[in-house]
């Protein structure tokens, strides 16, 4: 397959195999589950943002499988490592708190494993001097110990999250979701979890969208005033993601956030920063955090790492012995293996650059188009959102898009998605540019 001339190839999707692939999977699969009708053929070709489907329809995937593929198929890198680490049994073992294991010599090797996973992290996360990690298996087991981390360490009750908020979908981490009803409705939750507003539009100040009034923030207003009803003693964390993914692709601007750091200062408490889709690269810095004025005390991470680690200083972590436990969490030799050569190849290839100037090319693309059903289009790196004058249009766009060979996400209300590969190429975001633009042209007719 080459990649400078492959273009979407599709015949009216999804085809007979992807429908009865699809069925299939249904007989199975908790009925509250869903799947996209696009399937997957993982024995036919596949490269970059390019794979074929299993009726031999070739996509161009703009979701990297919600962030979670952030080079893509099939990359070299990847594909030599797996290769050279030849897949034994057991490939995962009890392995963050049981058992270690590793290639010999540990840390310096081509085949990386759990271990070296933790070192490139800690790596990446140095600025903020957190040196220590817990792995786990999913962002949001990520999300969950890092708030145990947090409560155990201030010894606070209180917490607080966002409006529009995307933590997971774990008894715990769902209690700071504040995105779609669905998720939490019923359940129980955790006790003292308060909502603020996140910022939603980038000018918090200017527009006065109401989280600061008469020289206060909502915060404030919640935590320190003396009508608040959060006791600032009690006050464990604040958890944030740095830009919101499934809430709507929403940017927060820089006083929002500073004002987030000053209360977490000013009242001891930790800041949490979810960076589970927006970090390790996707906005064109290692974390969303970077582009922020705020320094968090904790970083939950995951998708593009193929497992979750909660980030912390050593002094965070509770030090008693089987506080935190899982069995296969550090345990799984070839999700490690991937998600380290992942952050090898991030910096190896200038993927942060590349992310920032596709996402630029895309952004200033769909702003050229100049539709009258596109109400906003925003965000960073290659983390791009397209908001629509209504719910209706987002799902023809997707619908479209979709026929058309090009896979798309949504979020929020009326918001398109797109975070494709980090290692995009100028030639690829044309062609969705062009997808997207006859589409609209069809939707906006
Ligand atoms: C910001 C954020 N946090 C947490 C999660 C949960 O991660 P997982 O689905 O791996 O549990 C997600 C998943 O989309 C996410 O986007």
């Not at 959060?230 to 993601?241: G, K, M, S, T």
């Not at 820089?254 to 800041?271: G, K, N, Q, T």
Request: aromatic share 8%.
């Amino acid at each position: 397959m080459d990649r400078d001339s492959l273009e979407p190839d599709v015949d009216s999707p999804p085809g007979p195999r992807a429908r009865e692939a699809v069925d299939y999977h249904m007989s199975y699969a908790a009925t509250s589950t869903y799947v996209y009708p696009f399937v997957y053929d993982v024995e036919r070709p596949a490269t970059g943002p390019f794979c074929h489907d299993v009726d031999g329809n070739l996509y161009l995937d703009f979701t990297s499988h919600v962030a979670s593929t952030p080079l893509g198929y099939r990359h070299p890198r990847v594909t030599e490592a797996l290769e050279e680490l030849g897949v034994q049994a057991p490939s995962k073992i009890a392995g963050q708190d049981f058992y270690s294991s590793t290639v010999w010599p540990p840390g310096d090797t081509d085949t990386p494993g759990p271990r070296e996973l933790m070192d490139r992290l800690t790596d990446v996360t140095g600025e903020y001097g957190l040196d220590t990690v817990f792995l786990s298996n999913s962002g949001a087991e990520a999300v969950e110990n890092a708030v145990k981390v947090a409560y155990a360490y201030t010894g606070g009750r209180e917490a607080v999250c966002f409006d529009g908020a995307f933590h997971g979908r774990t008894l715990g981490a769902l209690s700071f979701n504040r995105s779609k009803g669905v998720h939490r409705r019923g359940y129980p939750q955790v006790a003292g979890v308060h909502t603020a507003s996140y910022c939603s539009q980038r000018r918090c100040v200017d527009d006065g969208c109401g989280f600061f009034r008469d020289g206060e923030s909502e915060l404030e207003r919640m935590i320190g005033s003396k009508d608040g009803y959060i006791d600032p003693e009690d006050l464990a964390f604040v958890i944030a993601e740095p830009l919101q993914g499934e809430g709507g692709l929403r940017v927060p601007c820089d006083e929002w956030a500073r004002e987030v750091e000053r209360v977490c200062d000013e009242y001891d408490a930790l800041l949490v920063a979810d960076e589970i889709q927006a970090g390790l690269g996707r906005t064109g810095e290692w974390w969303g955090s970077d582009h922020l004025p705020w320094e968090p005390d904790v970083v939950a991470a995951g998708k593009a790492l193929q497992v979750g680690a909660t980030v912390a200083s050593e002094e965070l972590f509770p030090s008693e012995e089987a506080r935190l436990s899982s069995t296969w969490g550090g345990g799984d030799l070839v999700a490690s293996l991937q998600g380290a050569v992942t952050l090898d190849v991030i910096e190896e290839e200038d993927l942060m650059e590349n992310a920032s100037e596709r996402g630029r090319q895309l952004r200033e693309h769909i702003e050229d188009l100049d539709s009258p059903v596109v109400e906003d289009v925003r965000g960073r790196g290659l983390m791009v959102g397209v908001e629509f004058t209504s719910r209706e249009h987002l799902k023809d766009v997707v619908d479209g898009c979709f026929s058309d060979g090009l896979l798309t996400l949504s979020c929020g209300r009326k918001t398109l998605r797109l975070l494709p590969p980090l290692d995009l190429r100028e030639r690829e975001a044309e062609l969705a540019g062009s997808i997207l633009r006859d589409v609209l042209a069809s939707v906006e007719s």
